[in-house]
């Protein structure tokens, strides 16, 4: 399972080992235990496959966000978009008593170190202002996984998310 449009699975599972509540997912992935193969000697081996549906995770009736449809084969995670996320993120925190905002820009493909990824940080607010440490940032080549680790920084510092 990849996918660019949603969190995966276990990106999900980082963002609510986060305290990020599901109800502010806009979207989720559904699995399923199938049957696949078979033959008249042999039983059909259960394979595992997910969907992501477009739906809130929050929309669901509550029997199936506890994944207890069809004896327990079904399972329900919520899935954040890359705007939901966004809009999770504080737009200005505060460290040290500076104001940083957040902003998001692709490095340079031709940056020997960290070039061809994706950067989503904290900078000063006001250019000329000397602050007492760096941006704050994450890279990683998918744009949801840098809010991923955003949310991820965030929240072990102590700083709270928006409500959706």
Known sequence: MTTNIAT??????RLLQCGVSAESADM?????????G???TS???????WDLFNSPYGFMPEEMQKAKLMEDYNEIIPAWSLSAMLGLLPKEIAISGYTYRI??????????????????????KKHNEKSRIDDVPMYAPDLIDCAVLMIEWLTANNYKLNKL
């Open 28 to 36: 989720h992935w559904h699995g399923a235990i199938v049957p696949r």
């Open 43 to 49: 039983p059909p081996e259960p394979s595992e496959e």
């Open 8 to 13: 995966t699975k276990e990106q999900s599972a």
């Open 103 to 124: 902003s998001i820009y692709f490095e340079n493909p031709d940056e020997p170190v960290l070039g061809n990824q994706w950067c989503l940080y904290y900078k000063p």
């Open 38 to 40: 078979g033959s008249l």
